[in-house]
């Protein structure tokens, strides 16, 4: 006591001061509550704003960083989002291929079905199997009962016939072959006539038909049965063109397939007529 004498006299006082009052307001604490509305009026007035200013940056710091990371968990959950709807996009599409394939193949069984008990559908692996001839190929063979020179039909009309057997595949010979043949009628008048494939086009041509012929513009061409090789009466197409030359001895008639023969995707397979003779090879 006496060295805190010596060192202060002020410092002295002041801390027998403090203490004094220190215990003074213990005593006015315990024994009045007015101490308590003293106390928050101090805490109200004084140190809450002080409290508030001391705290203001730090309460900036953290909402910038919670605003950052709100921003940031948005911009994942937009690319997360998009990413969804981008995969349902691509499932719808698949879907729509998947509902017009169908629709497309149950049009070939009905279509099938109308024309012929026995069908099978099959699909074209390949269109251009050969250089030098129309050939495609099909996914069925002998392993499903296919025969050599099987009538091969669409939706719309012929397409040609078996000519190669495998196990597994088989090769078609398409009616728009140069070399192939088809017997046929024009249906309105009932005149018979050679179709096959055309140099001059990729449209089908009337073969060997005198210019005196009353074929017309617009005439059905279907399949007479002739030579046995194919089932009467399954449309070929139609004529598109007639061009008569006086110093040539046959029309030149142009018939238009109404089978897409340049683009197959479905074929179908007919079982109710047995060529009596065998189609020529590739």
Request: aromatic share 6%; proline share 3%; net charge neutral.
């Given at each position: ?29 315990h024994k ?59 499932k719808l ?190």
């Amino acid at each position: 006591m006496e060295r805190i004498y010596k060192k202060s006299t002020k410092d002295f006082y002041t801390l027998i001061l403090l203490s004094l009052l220190s215990i003074s307001m213990i005593i006015i604490d315990h024994k009045y509550n007015q101490a308590d509305y003293a106390r928050s009026f101090i805490n109200d007035i004084i140190i809450y704003p002080l409290y508030n200013i001391s705290s203001l940056p730090r309460n900036v710091i953290i909402s910038f960083m919670q605003e950052y990371q709100d921003i940031d968990m948005l911009e994942n959950e937009i690319k997360k989002l998009k990413a969804e709807n981008m995969s349902l996009k691509i499932k719808l599409q698949e879907f729509d291929s998947l509902k017009e394939e169908n629709e497309r193949l149950l049009a070939i069984e009905k279509k099938s079905l109308a024309s012929t008990k026995k069908q099978k559908i099959a699909k074209v692996l390949n269109n251009s199997a050969s250089p030098t001839r129309k050939i495609a190929i099909i996914d069925k063979g002998q392993n499903d009962g296919l025969y050599k020179g099987q009538n091969v039909i669409g939706i719309n009309g012929l397409i040609g016939q078996i000519v190669e057997l495998n196990t597994m595949s088989s090769k078609i010979i398409l009616i728009n072959d140069i070399n192939h043949n088809v017997p046929g009628t024009i249906s309105r008048t009932g005149e018979k006539v050679i179709v096959a494939g055309s140099s001059r086009s990729s449209n089908l041509m009337v073969q060997f038909t005198p210019i005196d012929t009353e074929i017309k513009i617009g005439d059905i061409v279907t399949t007479s049965g002739v030579a046995g090789r194919f089932k009467s009466n399954i449309p070929i197409g139609k004529v598109v063109s007639i061009t008569k030359d006086p110093e040539k001895k046959f029309s030149d008639i142009d018939v238009k397939a109404f089978e897409n023969l340049d683009n197959l995707s479905d074929v179908i397979l007919i079982w109710d007529y047995q060529p009596s003779i065998e189609t020529e090879n590739e």
